[in-house]
């Protein structure tokens, strides 16, 4: 019994983690986009924005997974380990972002959220954030 609760508790904490950290990745994607991100995306319709939203959702699902598997079963450095790969993921996407916007031509945010359809920008960003978090995921295990 002993044992379940202190899986659920563990659970629990992972996954209150895990969503901070997606917390944190939604406002990212808000902060490099111009306009109001979900409005952008429920209520528009706006592929680009969903695109870049979802990606970076699955990449930081992916590092904390990552964190979590190789904790080693001590939950308190696995917490600790799971926060700091997140938000060092975090980061290398933010630099990858405003790498490939210094690297191209336009506005990057602007370009990627500006229409109907996603630009093949979109790609590229959504492209380098599932390889920083494959990085980061490697750099964890």
Partial sequence: MNDILHDGGATLAYGALGLAL????Y?????????RLGHQIWTEGNRGAALLL????LGVGAI??????TSDNDLSDGLLGTAVYGV?????MIVAFYAIDVLTPGKLGAILVGGATIHPAGW???AADLAVAAIVCGAVS
């Fill in 64 to 69: 904390v997974t990552t964190a979590i598997v």
């Fill in 22 to 25: 997606m917390v944190l990745g």
């Fill in 124 to 126: 590229v960003v959504a």
């Fill in 54 to 57: 979802a990606v970076k959702l």
């Fill in 88 to 92: 060092l993921g975090i980061i290398i």
């Fill in 27 to 35: 406002l990212v994607v808000e902060v490099t986009t111009p306009g």
